[in-house]
């Protein structure tokens, strides 16, 4: 079965960089596309974005000049980093399995999802 | 960006209910939406692709409907593992944008 488990620090300060890790087992990252979302206090959810098969991205404009996301392949890992935190990016930021067919119309959806993990940006 | 706006924000019910949720987009998203579900404490599932297609394992008292702009998502005979907050995701653009979600709470 797909697992996906993200890792990273719970608190950073203002200013600085959020690094994550989802790490993947079950399934090879080398096949399908791997997305970041993050869910913010009081529920808003925002996709943050996605790294594929190949290693391309696509990232949500309103983040784009301040995110990244990269994988490693031996590790069957991808990551997330976000610069210049401010409080507005304290959330709980999912990694998830970004997988789609066809049946008439394509279909996209995340069905595989890790437990998330608590970020506080404070000083 | 596309917005999706929920409706309503929250619903108190009672088990047995059928409960109705809806989801409009602010353009034409043809049949480009999904429904999750997340409970207190855990990940969002997915419950529907498509608009109307139930996802693998997902009981049958869940269906989704809607194209274009106006979608729902209803829930027949409402069970009490069903509390939860419901959100609806549109791909058809970018950036993906999600609604703001729907929470049902027992009455």
């Known amino acids: 079965e797909v697992q996906l488990q993200e890792s990273g620090p719970g608190l950073v300060k203002p200013s600085q960089s959020l690094s994550l890790t989802c790490s993947v087992t079950?399934?090879?990252?080398?096949?399908?596309?791997w997305g970041w979302i993050r869910k913010f206090p009081g529920n808003k959810m925002e996709w943050i974005g996605h790294?594929?098969?190949?290693?391309?991205?696509s990232y949500n404009p309103s983040l784009k000049s301040r995110i990244s996301i990269t994988r490693d392949t031996s590790k069957n890992q991808f990551f997330l980093q976000l610069n210049s935190v401010t409080t507005e990016d304290t959330a709980t930021y999912y990694c998830?399995?970004?997988?789609?067919?066809?049946?008439?119309?394509?279909?996209?959806?995340?069905?595989?999802w890790g437990p998330g993990t608590m970020v506080t940006v404070s000083s | 960006n596309t917005v999706m706006t929920q409706s309503p924000t929250s619903m108190f019910i009672s088990v047995g209910d059928r409960v109705t949720m809806n989801c409009k987009a602010s353009?034409?998203?043809?049949?480009?939406v999904d429904w999750y579900q997340q409970k207190t404490g855990q990940s969002p599932k997915l419950l529907i692709y498509?608009?109307?297609n139930r996802y693998t394992g997902v009981p049958d008292r869940f269906t989704g409907s809607g194209s274009g702009t106006d979608f729902t998502l209803t829930i027949s005979n409402m069970q009490a593992e069903d509390l939860a907050v419901y959100y609806c995701?549109?791909?058809?653009?970018?950036?993906?944008?999600f609604g703001s979600g729907t929470k049902l709470e027992i009455k």
């Open positions: 995701l549109q791909y058809n653009y970018n950036p993906l944008t």
């Open positions: 498509g608009a109307s």
């Open positions: 790294i594929s098969y190949s290693g391309s991205t």
């Open positions: 998830a399995r970004w997988d789609g067919g066809y049946s008439g119309p394509y279909y996209w959806y995340f069905d595989f």
């Open positions: 353009q034409n998203v043809g049949t480009n």
């Open positions: 079950g399934y090879s990252i080398t096949s399908n596309y």
